[in-house]
């Protein structure tokens, strides 16, 4: 069994656990929420330069630990004051460290901010009970990794997160990944450029990918950015942001990353 698919695995029983109907108007009151900061699709069309999403990651089943006794708001609050455009929050316990409380910390901290940047729910969806926990978290978007997923599952979270009034990041790592992707109307499209199946990474996938995305699409470059020189590959590739994680999580001056990322041409 691969690993992506081991995940899913326990996922899919993780979430049984928690799964109750839920309904448009349980998902609806969010969209008529009055939300301070930018959606997150706002967040990453940045009118200069490369816009920077930055992942709050403790572990990975492919770099092992990272920082496992980080504080999420802390490391939110690093992220905030480098100008960071948008927050990848990890909610994965067994594999990435991380929880839902993190999310609600991060937010928490964020509340009320004009400025503050967006948060993704970074997490293996499976069901639109998870689509509300992160509504109810303050989460802006979810994350919808179109390999792992059926065609009417993706179409179930996708219709859940826009009844919140949620944006979608529609994960891909190939072409038909591509194709599924756009025939679900995916507005912001991430190419992750890691293998999940056996996490190795190649930033040539991006450069190969991108240049076909429709001009309304999102373009994000996900995984193996280890330098503002990866950073300029993604861009170059035609990326509108990156989502950066292990690289700004190792570093004390994550606003060295981030400010040579948004002076990006």
Sequence with gaps: MDKLAEIMAYKRR?????????????LARFARMDY?????????????????????????PSAGAIAESVDAAEQARLYYNAGADALSILTDTPSFGGSMQDLWDVNDLLANRADAPPTLRKDFFVHPVQVLEAAEAGAR????????????EIARLWEAAQTAGMDALFEIHNEADA?????HDALIIGVNNRDLSRFITDLSISERLIPHFPDHCIAVSESGMKSPEDAARARAAGADAILVGETLMRTEKPDDFIGAAHALD
């Design 141 to 152: 978007c979810i994350l919808i990794i179109v390999r792992a997923l059926k065609y009417d």
């Design 179 to 183: 194709e599924e992707a756009l025939r």
């Design 36 to 60: 301070a900061g930018k959606s997150f699709a706002e967040a990453l069309r940045r009118d200069a330069g490369l816009a920077v999403i930055a992942e709050v990651k403790r572990k990975s």
């Design 14 to 26: 993780e979430v049984a656990a928690l799964e109750r109907p839920v309904r448009s108007s349980d």
